[in-house]
């Protein structure tokens, strides 16, 4: 059977500045409305469960944000899921990687 | 021995899938055909592993192999056990139910004390299979879990018999006739609705699953532009709404809602931009699916041919149909008072919660905080949904004088599906219960408003 295309990540990864966390992290306590304030998320803390404590639901209402704000879509399996959503610096590094604007 | 109108047909062989031609589409895996030939050879390929009258967890999410794994279970007579989340007190409890279950899963984790069942499909050479196996229509293929209202999780067997009927109930109603139908789906096999509506409807009528679960937008997209039409796409009001909200220019033939309410407004937005006719099931995992209704046409509800609704003891029950056992709803209904076959729905009772469109109970949660060592006392709260298809959370207060909000969290996360963790969580000196132990909810109400200002404080 063919498999599907991946997007295989390039060697080096565009970097994720500071700026962008940080305006990841405030786009996402909006996005759900969290008790944290932005400035206070450990970069490299879990989004999911432990960590942040984000889960699917949460994970496709960020990823909706995202695709709007930054012009690319999400398009992954779980495994990829975790692997983007381990951290707000994976995430970043998403964006910065596969954003059109 | 059970009489009536249900023992002829439990006593009979079923088939096992209702693709009378092998060369026929089965499924589609990224987007390519899987013969129903091929898709027996794996069937039989994989039945080697399962033990024969056994027990199989099956935690597959591609609905392929979810397939093929509870096909292969049944034709070995091992019943295959669908728990309610995957969280560790849940797994624990499914070992309990049944000791020395095994477990199927399309990735590499492993579970803690329970042994792996291998998961092996034929190879591309291998010759196909003609033969469709019969199945006997009593025989107990799934037992699917609620959380229940205590401690343990609540097994809801599923016959053979009964859920073939049930696929034939749903593909009449939906106007599935079988080959040229794809099903598409965001909801995972491992519940009711995506069992009997992604998995079981297809392979009880001669359509075609599709092996990827849903859940980006963008695949929702892709799914439909890689199948041939007729496409019937299972959702949640949840996912469509996150569906429509990216801009979506998908277009297909039908799309199916369940699990929570539809408001009219998302079901016309649907059917307008995506060209679809958008209807609405109304089921539990007990009953299996009880009716339709297109929300764009009407807010009544009509039920499966067969079924019917009378109300006992101030709740609805359900019986007739493919439903083996009267059984009481937990929603609020109003039967029409010269038809039995058709319904309002006013509402959830108030000890259920359904966050989007994961069901659960109040007294569950509470006695699954009440058990974590060092909480004095606890209770959840289910604040007023604010929309239908938004994410309404829940709050929880907690005396646990010797515990941290994140330690009681941990602990919960261990035993109930993440989607019912608490947002906030909010510890208090004592809960403001009355003589009778109760607390009502305008009390409930207040401790929510007041956690609310004080985080508003906290931020300004």
């Known amino acids: ?85 381990r951290s707000l610096e994976s995430l970043a590094a998403t964006v910065a990687e596969r954003r059109t604007k | 021995m059970r009489t009536g109108p249900h023992s002829a047909a439990a006593q009979a062989c079923l088939p096992l899938v209702a693709h009378a031609d092998p060369r026929s589409v089965a499924a589609w895996r990224r987007g390519e055909p899987v013969t129903a030939g091929r898709l027996l050879a794996d069937v039989r390929r994989a039945a080697q592993a399962m033990p024969e009258g056994g027990h199989v ?40 139910f049944a000791p020395g279950t095994g477990f199927v899963s399309d990735n590499d984790a492993d579970l803690p004390e329970l042994p792996r069942i291998p998961l092996a499909f034929s190879a591309p050479g291998d010759p196909e299979s003609g033969t469709v196996p019969l199945v006997e229509g009593s025989r107990v ?15 809801h067997a599923k016959r053979w018999a009964s859920l073939v009927r049930n696929a034939a109930a749903e593909a009449g109603r939906l106007g599935i006739a079988g080959p040229g139908h794809a099903i598409l789906g965001t909801v995972p096999p491992q519940h009711m609705f ?34 041939p039409p007729t496409r019937i796409l299972f ?78 003891d101030g709740r609805t029950w359900a019986s007739g149909g493919h439903i083996e056992e009267p059984t009481a709803l937990s929603d609020v209904i109003e039967i029409d008072p010269g038809d039995a076959g058709l ?63 994140d330690a009681i969290l941990a602990a919960l996360r261990s035993r109930i599906d993440p989607v019912f963790l608490p947002r906030p969580l909010v510890m208090l000196d004592a809960l403001p219960r009355r003589a009778t132990g109760k607390i009502p909810v305008e009390e409930l109400r207040r401790l929510a408003a007041r956690a609310a200002s004080s985080r508003q404080r906290e931020d300004a």
């Open chain 1, 1 to 85: 059977m063919m498999a599907d295309p991946v997007d295989n990540p390039p060697a080096a990864r565009p970097h994720a500045d500071e700026s962008l966390v940080r305006e990841i992290a405030e786009q996402v306590v909006s996005a759900l409305n969290l008790e944290v304030s932005p400035g206070k998320i450990d970069p490299q803390a879990p989004l999911y469960r432990e960590g942040l404590g984000l889960d699917s639901i949460d994970i496709l209402e960020v990823a909706l944000v995202v695709s709007k704000r930054y012009g690319f879509k999400l398009r992954d399996d779980d495994q990829e899921n975790l692997r983007i959503f």
């Open chain 2, 194 to 227: 995506g069992l009997e509506s992604t998995v079981l409807l297809p392979l009880l009528t001669g359509a075609a699953l599709t092996a990827e679960r849903l859940f980006y937008p963008a695949e929702i997209d892709e799914a439909i532009r890689r199948v």
């Open chain 2, 343 to 405: 319904f309002h729905l006013r509402g959830r009772a108030a000890d259920m919660v359904n966050i989007a469109g994961k069901r659960n109970s109040l007294a569950y949660l509470n006695h699954q905080l009440a058990a974590i060592p060092g909480v004095v006392d606890g209770v959840f709260h289910f604040p007023d949904e604010a929309r239908p298809e938004g994410v309404t959370r829940l709050v929880a207060f907690v005396v646990a004088p010797g515990l941290t909000p």
């Open chain 2, 141 to 155: 293929a799934a037992i699917v879990f609620t959380s229940g209202s205590t401690g343990a999780p609540q097994p």
């Open chain 2, 235 to 312: 959702t949640t009001p949840f996912h469509l709404r996150n569906w429509l909200d990216s801009g979506t220019t998908g277009r297909l033939e039908t799309i199916v809602s369940a699990t929570a309410p539809l408001s009219e407004s998302l079901a016309r937005e649907a059917e307008a931009r995506t060209g679809a006719t958008v209807l609405e099931i109304y089921g539990c995992t007990e009953t299996g699916q009880l009716a339709t209704r297109r929300p764009t046409v009407s807010a009544q509800w009509h039920a499966y041919d067969g079924v019917r609704l009378r109300e006992e």
């Open chain 2, 57 to 96: 967890l099956n935690l597959c999410a591609d609905r392929y192999a979810f397939s093929v794994a509870l096909l292969a279970a049944v034709t070995r007579r091992a019943t295959t056990l669908l728990p309610p989340a995957t969280t560790p007190a849940v797994i624990a409890a499914m070992r309990d």
